[in-house]
């Protein structure tokens, strides 16, 4: 029985791996997202160098509107000019619509591609056919991919809503102008891209609960990603039934939450530049947002400049685990890193096998996962290694900065506008590697992976 | 055939297991290298505490004679105080005596391993049946150890002699003083342990290649660990016989010692307080010097604490990647980044399988490979952020002290002696893991994986 199923695992591969839809027309999904994104920020480029897009009225530098392109398609929210001065209603409008293109494009093809992976929806066959003949806007498909966008148009109006109120009611704006600034940044914060409109980010709302937690609670679930939070929405209350998957990310996120807030709060709380002059309990909340924020939110309430040099440290890592898969967050994201553990665990103990919950890792999941990991480190250790050659900067800082781009995170010590522009052209490259490389090489090898299959039924789990 | 052959795998690896030579009484060799190690550090520290150690014929504090024994005998090179003026002539004695130790521990240890694992002297079964009748002492055995400690000594007492000739002819000392010179600086340099017998290491020498090229070729032969240069002294001519190990670690030396000092001459070349005063070939000549010696060796002829944080970044990874295995090298070794490499490069292109050279690599060796650099990672990042909670220095220079520890390369910006207690405390422990963590995990995961060795033959690889 068993040896028959590996066998046809086998010949499935063969088959589809010769198959002209998949090779023939190099309609491989990874040449699609890296096509895709690398046109929408073409496109958002274009726009943002028009005049009409900057309050002054002239054309920006051409680097000023790619960077600015780039940073919001890959949700990042690294900037080199504030966005509320710099750039005209016009402008912001683009960024924002570059953002919700972008945040959108990660969630629809990452759950695509783990839908397909998983084969949970049973697509897998089915699939494969539309493939070659094309029909691939078949009923499943239509599904998944319309409750991604409801589902995030949904979030994005209840941040809104109640960032308008309370934009309205605690800050006397006026009504229009409110709803302009909740739609923004309910966009900004939902889609993890870390843009607002205050050249000091979210500082003045530090001690506001009202927008802080309503922000951090848009950046957390759409860090989650939406396999995860639609499988919560449908079984929160039976954590025994979670997939791998989402109790990783569940868990995971837990525990650097509670990590992060409680190591800031140990490093920031006698601070006078930071948290000195707050109160306990905004200390606490300050301390919370910043622990949400490297995952991969991007906005900030304290001055991150004015940090102890551990806090920068502390965000780092954070900022490189990143937040869920399939989510608009960056980094090697928590399932990786999760898996990592687990992995490091096994291997202390001697163990072949690596079980989480009741399921074994695959060994290919674990080389991936190891694999991502270790090219980040490389990646963001070259890069680091040029800017401090190129700029006058501290490890400290520039580190911080290469891993934000890395990681699409936004957050910076504040060196981003000074970085000459070669240093700006390497920035943007780490963005887009950072936003559809994991993506894409998780997504090529998920697929390459399928026609392996030649062994036992495993629960696979891409890391991208 | 082959599946008898696995079955009988199998039920040896099942006998092993429960044998009580090997569990029941404790003997693992993980255990063995622990405590000898644990132990001699220990002698060291009492030594060293004693008044008769210190020039000034007080006592010293017992966390600087722990800091130096542990850091002699893991051969790191780190020091707290100046090792010339504080400690007397049997201070020194007693510190170029745990460098012998430490260093000989290791090469013997690593390289029995090694011999185990790949069973190339065919000592499997013979050793197996000496491990449960104590005769362990056997012929291949003692005679694998004779040549270890017989080739350390040649080496010692070549690299004594050239350093004593020129510490006489070029430097005018007396010939008993130059001899002792050579002696400790021969120990010193082959067993990659760093220390010096001057504040300044070897800054005064930076122009000399009598010393630098000596001190150099002794470091990366040391370094290159027995094994490699035993099959180079075999088989230097016929590169196309190499093993795998000898492969990756000639060309891993050869590709980072190119790459670091091309990296020190870009950075450094103009910089008044480090190159900028030299000539051209005397640029040269430092900058090889400086890429030598992060792997591991541990002496400077620059003045690391004036040199560019693009060099100090160079030289954490250069450190963090460290020498070759079973040599007196720590780092996670040049032999597991470049399976690194491999695996990744494999990786992005979707290919199960690593090939190097004719061999295909172990998954468990892969496994162990990435798990080694990620714990590596783990430990130095958690290191590095206690230390900057509790001292004021930047990331900077607390990376390149934990990076310089967890590698036991013992180079130094210079903070070393500036660090609290609590931090001596931390290094000190890196050194330890940094030297027998990754061997003996290496160790105890090589030997446990021969029990399950069901697959085909492989050339197996100790990492450590
Ligand atoms: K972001
Ligand atoms: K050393």
Same mark, same amino acid.
């Given at each position: ?5 590996e066998r ?34 073409v ?10 897009a900057?309050t002054e ?19 990042t ?10 750039w005209s209603?016009?402008g ?13 494009? @990660? ?10 992976v998983?084969?949970? +929806? ?8 539309q493939?070659?003949?094309?029909? #691939? ?9 319309r ?12 941040v809104?809503?109640?960032?308008? #109120? ?14 302009y ?6 966009? $900004? ?38 396999p995860?939070?639609?499988e ?15 109790r990783?990310?569940v868990?995971?996120?837990?525990l ?15 601070n ?6 707050l109160?306990?309990s905004?200390r606490?909340?300050?301390a919370?947002?910043?622990a949400v924020?490297p995952r ?7 001055d991150?400049?004015q940090?102890?040099?551990? $806090?920068?440290?502390?965000?780092d890592?954070?900022?490189? +685990? ?11 994201k928590?399932?990786t890193?999760?898996?990592l553990?687990?992995i ?20 290919a999941t674990?080389?991936?996962a190891?694999? @991502? ?10 890069s680091t ?13 520039v580190?911080?900065e290469?891993? $934000? ?9 504040? +060196?981003?506008a000074? +970085? ?13 590697i ?5 993506l ?14 030649y ?6 789990v891409?890391?991208?």
């Amino acid at each position: 029985m068993r040896r028959a199923r590996e066998r046809s695992y086998l010949w499935v591969g063969f088959m589809r791996r010769r198959s002209p839809a998949v090779q023939g027309r190099g309609r491989h999904p990874a040449v699609v997202i890296v096509v895709g994104f690398g046109a929408t920020v073409v496109v958002g480029t274009l726009l943002l160098g028009t005049p009409l897009a900057t309050t002054e009225g002239d054309s920006s530098h051409w680097l000023t509107a790619l960077f600015t392109a780039t940073s919001a398609v890959c949700v990042t929210g690294l900037v080199v000019v504030d966005t509320a001065t710099h750039w005209s209603t016009f402008g912001e409008m683009v960024i924002v619509a570059l953002i919700k293109v972008g945040g959108l494009g @990660i969630m629809t093809l990452a759950t695509l591609i783990m839908v397909i992976v998983s084969g949970r +929806i049973g697509l897998r066959t089915r699939l494969s056919a539309q493939w070659e003949t094309k029909s #691939v806007a078949a009923t499943d498909l239509r599904h998944v991919l319309r409750r991604v966008v409801v589902f995030s148009l949904i979030c994005e109006a209840t941040v809104a809503a109640v960032l308008t #109120v309370r934009f309205v009611t605690g800050y006397g704006e006026p009504v229009g102008r409110a709803v302009y600034l909740g739609l923004f940044h309910a966009v $900004s914060a939902f889609n993890n891209a870390g843009f607002a409109l205050w050249p000091d980010s979210l500082m003045r709302f530090v001690t506001d609960p009202w927008i802080c937690l309503t922000i951090a609670l848009a950046v957390i679930v759409g860090a989650l990603g939406y396999p995860v939070v639609f499988e919560l929405v449908r079984t929160w209350w039976r954590p025994g039934r979670w997939s791998v998957l989402t109790r990783v990310t569940v868990g995971m996120n837990g525990l650097l939450l509670a990590g992060g807030t409680l190591a800031f709060l140990a490093t920031e709380w006698r601070n006078p530049a930071t948290m000195g002059p707050l109160d306990d309990s905004g200390r606490m909340l300050a301390a919370f947002f910043a622990a949400v924020m490297p995952r991969s939110g991007g906005f900030n309430t304290l001055d991150i400049g004015q940090m102890h040099s551990s $806090s920068w440290l502390v965000t780092d890592a954070l900022m490189f +685990i990143g937040g869920g898969s399939a989510g608009t967050a960056g980094g090697i994201k928590v399932t990786t890193f999760g898996f990592l553990l687990f992995i490091i665990w096994s291997e202390l103990r001697g163990e072949h096998r690596v079980n989480i919950g009741h399921r074994r890792l695959p060994s290919a999941t674990q080389r991936q996962a190891l694999s @991502i990991s270790l090219l980040g480190v490389i990646l963001v250790t070259l890069s680091t290694w040029i800017l401090l050659v190129i700029t006058p900067h501290d490890l400290d800082q520039v580190l911080f900065e290469v891993v $934000s781009a890395f990681a699409t995170n936004g957050l910076s010590t504040g +060196i981003t506008a000074d +970085i000459p522009l070669a240093g700006h052209v390497l920035l943007s490259v780490l963005m887009f590697i950072g936003r559809i490389g994991p993506l894409t090489l998780g997504t090529a090898l998920a697929l390459k992976q399928r026609t392996r299959r030649y062994e036992l039924p495993e629960e696979k789990v891409i890391l991208g």
